[in-house]
Structure formats: structure tokens, C-alpha cells
């Protein structure tokens, strides 16, 4: 008789709805394929994992993106780290290593669920927290498998086939007043329609997908859709749905785009210090 198999780490959940602390697993170590498929359900069950302070080299992070699918290189190419092109840095260090007093990207805080600007959008995301502040830059994170349950039928009768745009010049540079996209790069990232609420493809459960790069609502006069969707923004989140982490430098988070909002929260630029490293995994288009 076989030994029975016994899990190569433990979960802990951070709630009872979502995110779950992986211990006993070093992520400095190349995964098996036993441990790497117990890894992936516990992301589709728990959707996000946090994993305690330990040194991930950019290298390592990218190898695990990779075991999760094909990884991004985003079209915001000042962001690129270490010659990874897959890692996009945010930092408001200046080459001296001092605060320099600068947000390094404000669209982040606001509710928004990665790649939702693309027509295949992000599946996983994985940050490092190389610097941490004492205070403020926290991610929070909103399990929108929730979100779309808790609204009444006829919300959801109203959403069933709606279908909105999202737009990366839209969150970023005009929302945010973040430098301007370069021509070359709108090129890359033109607007794309998802539906509203998709079906997550592995678990097949429904959430509410919309978020800060959402602009407009198809066949909806404009303001029109921009109500509606800060609306709908506004409605998802709930403090029993939600997770929020207070990091300390080292740990990694990897968390699932397709049924989770995400937002980091402010802190003091010219006086906190705050690096973070992360690579994202394309997925596929939403239906
Ligand atoms: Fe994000």
C-alpha cells in the first residue's frame, strides 16, 4: 500500500473568503510538477497566496511566472527591471537610493484588476516586495466571485450581456495624469470590449470584471457608462471580501486577475521608501 500523499506545504487562510499564507515552501528551489499543480489549486481555490520573507533573485520570480503561462512584457517600457523586460519595477528611489518624492504609478491606487486592458488579460500576477514602507503601501485585494453574488437579480439581469471598455490611456494618463503614453505604445494597447461579468475558465464560477481601466459601457452614452461603471466599482467591495496586507520587505504575493480586484494604498513618497517587482501572466480573452 502507497503512503498517502502528503501536501509538500500548508494553507493558511487570511480570511474566510479569500487569500491563504503558504508555509513550507521555498520559492529559492525549482518546484516539481507534484508541487506545482497542489500550488495551483490552492490560487484557484484561495486566489490570492502570500508567501512569507524570503530572497526571490528577479530571475526566480520570472522561472515561477513561467510555470503559470506565457509572461508579459508590458508596453510601459520605463518600467523594466534588472534585464528582465518580464519584470516591471515600481520604485521612488532616486539613483542615490532616497525618496525622491514621486509616485511612481497612482493608477495602481485605485480597485483595478491587471491586463484587463488587453485583449488576452492578466491571469496571474506576482509581486516581490524588495522595500517596504513603515506605513501606507498596503495591497488590498476584493474577491469578485463575491462581488457579483452579492448583487440582487436585477443588477444582474442588467449586466448579463454588457459589455464595457477598457483602456489603458484612459486609467493611466488621463484618469491619473500619469506622463503620457507614447504614440508607439497606445498603438500597442488600443482599447478592447470585455463582458461584464465573465465565467472564470477553470473554476467556471461567474464574477464581476470591470476595475479602473474599464472607461465605457458598449452602445451606452458616455456618461452614461461612466456612471454605471463607478457604480458597479463602488458596489463590489466589501469589507467581508476583502484582504488587506500590510507587507513586510521579502514576502511575495501571486494572485488571480480573473476573479480579484487589487489597490495599493498611499504612502508618503518624499519620506517612505517602497520597490516592489512585478511580472504578470498572460491569460485568456474573458467570456
Ligand atoms: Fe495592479
Given at each position: 500500500m502507497n503512503a498517502p500523499d502528503r501536501s509538500p506545504f500548508t494553507a493558511h487562510p487570511l480570511t474566510p473568503k479569500l487569500g491563504a499564507r503558504i508555509e513550507g515552501l521555498p520559492l529559492s528551489e525549482e518546484m516539481s510538477d507534484a508541487t506545482f499543480d497542489a500550488l495551483y489549486a490552492?490560487?484557484?481555490?484561495?486566489?490570492?497566496?502570500?508567501?512569507?520573507?524570503?530572497?526571490?533573485?528577479?530571475?526566480?520570480?520570472?522561472?515561477?511566472?513561467?510555470?503559470?503561462?506565457?509572461?508579459?512584457?508590458?508596453?510601459?517600457?520605463?518600467?523594466?527591471?534588472?534585464?528582465?523586460?518580464?519584470?516591471?519595477?515600481?520604485?521612488?528611489?532616486?539613483?542615490?537610493?532616497?525618496?525622491?518624492?514621486?509616485?511612481?504609478?497612482?493608477?495602481?491606487?485605485?480597485?483595478?484588476?491587471?491586463?484587463?486592458?488587453?485583449?488576452?488579460?492578466?491571469?496571474?500576477?506576482?509581486?516581490?516586495?524588495?522595500?517596504?514602507?513603515?506605513?501606507?503601501?498596503?495591497t488590498h485585494f476584493c474577491d469578485m466571485y463575491g462581488a457579483y453574488e452579492r448583487l440582487d437579480d436585477d443588477w444582474k439581469k442588467r449586466i448579463e450581456t454588457m459589455r464595457a471598455v477598457h483602456n489603458l490611456d484612459f486609467s493611466r494618463t488621463r484618469r491619473h495624469g500619469e506622463e503620457p503614453m507614447t504614440e508607439a505604445q497606445k498603438r500597442a494597447a488600443p482599447p478592447v470590449d470585455h463582458p461584464v461579468v465573465r465565467t472564470h475558465p477553470e473554476t467556471r464560477r461567474r464574477c464581476l470584471y470591470l476595475g479602473d481601466h474599464a472607461e465605457s459601457v458598449v452602445g451606452m452614452p458616455y456618461d452614461d457608462g461612466r456612471a454605471l461603471i463607478d457604480d458597479l466599482n463602488a458596489r463590489a467591495v466589501h469589507a467581508d471580501l476583502t484582504y488587506e496586507h500590510h507587507w513586510t520587505a521579502g514576502e511575495l504575493i501571486l494572485w488571480d486577475n480573473r476573479c480579484v480586484m487589487h489597490r495599493a494604498t498611499p504612502y508618503d513618497p518624499a519620506t517612505q521608501k517602497r520597490v516592489i517587482r512585478r511580472c504578470t501572466v498572460i491569460g485568456d480573452e474573458p467570456s
Open positions: 490552492a490560487f484557484l481555490r484561495y486566489q490570492v497566496l502570500l508567501f512569507p520573507s524570503q530572497d526571490v533573485p528577479p530571475g526566480r520570480q520570472v522561472a515561477l511566472a513561467r510555470r503559470f503561462g506565457e509572461v508579459q512584457v508590458h508596453v510601459m517600457n520605463q518600467y523594466h527591471a534588472d534585464g528582465y523586460p518580464e519584470l516591471y519595477r515600481l520604485s521612488n528611489l532616486d539613483e542615490h537610493g532616497r525618496p525622491n518624492g514621486k509616485h511612481p504609478d497612482r493608477g495602481t491606487l485605485i480597485w483595478h484588476t491587471d491586463g484587463s486592458w488587453q485583449r488576452r488579460t492578466g491571469h496571474a500576477t506576482i509581486i516581490y516586495g524588495e522595500v517596504m514602507p513603515e506605513t501606507g503601501g498596503e
